[in-house]
């Protein structure tokens, strides 16, 4: 973070921002980690997993003419 100058800064926030800022961050850690956690768990879509059996096929067919 930037630190501001003194004329730029809020009056009474000197202190308390420390704090606030950790328990913001510890709160969109969290929810980050539910996220993606979430992701993780949905099953992968039939069209990606097709493509990416053509690739496969693809990449085999490659290294054997090689």
Known sequence: MVD?????????TAGRTG???????????S???????????????DMFLDLLEKLDKAEHLGKSRT
């Open 4 to 12: 501001l100058p003194e004329n730029q800064r809020r009056p009474g």
């Open 31 to 45: 929810k980050l980690k539910a996220l993606y956690s979430a992701v993780e768990q949905e099953p992968i879509p």
């Open 19 to 29: 704090a606030r800022n950790t328990d913001t961050h510890t709160q969109i850690a």
